[in-house]
């Protein structure tokens, strides 16, 4: 007697479904109920934006770009809803100072970093410069190139350029992906990518705000 490698179920074959479908019951759950929730989706989605288009048009702040060296000077980006002017002169304090070398400056807008660091705070609302307003100290941002490092200081709350709290490196070609949002802070420091020295809960408080 040949015997079949596969092993007889014991348990008991399962009846298709023979009941009669019902087209208008069917419709309904297949095509109106989707067509009507896209439609609620869309108004969340509607809902989300107003509130997200009021929070950055009540924005009111200043920031400052510091170059340093020949041709060097201050700049201020000065916010009062969607009157965005650039400047030479702050129209209120600097909620946040920014700081760098022309020649650093240079290279990493040329890279397509923009300002250099930090991703996330030239997108400013209410909320966002509520939380930065709160922020006392220095944070030096460290970006590898393959032509070399570049630097940026980033301080809140009048804090002294000369005096870093804390430092963050890693690699110009991340750095852009935060920018971009492909990557987010979290997922660069559990994946390696970034790396922390000193004030541990300054550049949490940081990420918060910039982030949250």
């Known amino acids: 007697m040949i015997r079949s490698g596969f092993a007889r179920s014991s348990r008991p074959p399962v009846a298709e479904d023979r009941t009669a479908l019902e087209p208008?019951?069917?419709?309904?759950?297949?095509?109106a109920d989707r067509l009507r929730k896209r439609i609620e989706d869309l108004r969340a989605q509607i809902t989300r934006f107003d509130r997200e288009l009021e929070d950055r048009l009540a924005a009111e702040?200043?920031?400052e770009f510091v170059l340093e060296g020949v041709d060097g000077g201050a700049w201020y980006v000065n916010v009062s809803g969607e009157d965005i002017r650039v400047e030479r002169a702050p129209a209120r304090p600097p909620v946040v100072r920014l700081?760098?070398?022309?020649?650093?400056?240079?290279?990493?807008?040329?890279a397509g970093l923009g300002v250099g660091a930090p991703?996330?705070?030239?997108?400013?609302?209410q909320a966002r410069i509520a939380r930065l307003a709160t922020l006392k100290g220095t944070l030096e941002f460290?970006?590898?190139?393959?032509?070399?490092?570049r630097r940026v200081l980033v301080?809140?709350?009048g804090a002294e350029a000369t005096s870093p709290r804390c430092a963050?490196?890693?690699?110009a070609d991340d750095a852009r992906r935060m920018q971009s949002g492909e990557l987010?802070?979290?997922?660069?420091?559990?994946?390696?990518?970034?790396?922390?020295?000193?004030?541990?809960?300054?550049?949490?408080?940081?990420?918060?705000?910039?982030?949250?």
Do not use: I
């Not at 700081?99 to 040329?110: F, G, H, K, N, V």
């Not at 963050?168 to 690699?171: A, D, G, K, S």
């Open 142 to 149: 460290r970006l590898v190139a393959d032509d070399g490092e």
């Open 168 to 171: 963050v490196t890693l690699r």
């Open 61 to 63: 702040a200043t920031l």
């Open 24 to 31: 208008t019951a069917f419709l309904r759950a297949h095509v």
């Open 184 to 212: 987010t802070p979290q997922a660069a420091f559990l994946q390696g990518l970034a790396r922390l020295e000193g004030d541990v809960a300054l550049a949490m408080q940081v990420g918060a705000a910039l982030f949250l």
């Open 99 to 110: 700081s760098q070398t022309r020649a650093d400056w240079e290279a990493l807008a040329r």
């Open 155 to 157: 301080q809140f709350g």
């Open 119 to 125: 991703p996330g705070a030239a997108d400013l609302t």
